[in-house]
């Protein structure tokens, strides 16, 4: 239920591909934000059941699907458009900025735990990690984003 709104900004077809982005998309994304920033607030730290790694890793991935929305849009611009190609580059990586955080915070929380996971932790886990290793090499981090790497081959043999 709490993935409903952004399911709804994100639609699928039933092979899985992407569809057309709604004409309610902004209030779909604003309306998953919130939800997501409540249940983050509502969820104390360390629960059993991981809930506020999982919350914090749905509104990071939130984050990070909009700005993959505006790099979808910047690859299909030419160079004449460079104005338009800056403005989706600003818009995308502050996106990406803010999703950080969210994505750090379930890092960090599977990580002290990596070795006990359930399948469905261990998978978040992992995709926190893409994420932050994508961000950070656009980041120009390529440090953080080589121990990234380095961290999901190893969570990936295990």
Not at 14 to 38: R, V, W
Not at 101 to 115: H, M, R, V
Request: no cysteine; glycine share 4%.
């Amino acid at each position: 239920l709490l993935q409903g709104y952004e399911q709804l900004a994100f639609p699928k077809d039933a092979a899985g591909h992407d569809l057309a982005k709604p004409a309610s998309y902004n209030d779909y994304i604003t309306k998953a934000e919130n939800a997501y920033q409540k249940a983050i607030d509502a969820t104390p730290e360390n629960t059993a059941n991981n809930q506020k790694a999982i919350y914090n890793y749905n509104l990071g991935a939130l984050y990070f699907n909009e700005a993959t929305v505006y790099n979808g849009q910047m690859k299909d611009l030419t160079t004449a458009e460079q104005k338009k190609y800056d403005d989706l580059k600003a818009k995308r990586d502050a996106l990406f900025t803010k999703s950080i955080p969210y994505l750090e915070n379930t890092y960090s929380a599977f990580d002290a735990k990596a070795g006990a996971l359930s399948n469905d932790d261990k998978n978040t886990y992992i995709s926190s990690m893409i994420a932050l290793q994508n961000i950070y090499a656009i980041q120009g981090k390529l440090d953080k984003a080589g121990e990234m790497k380095k961290k999901i081959a190893a969570a990936r043999a295990h």
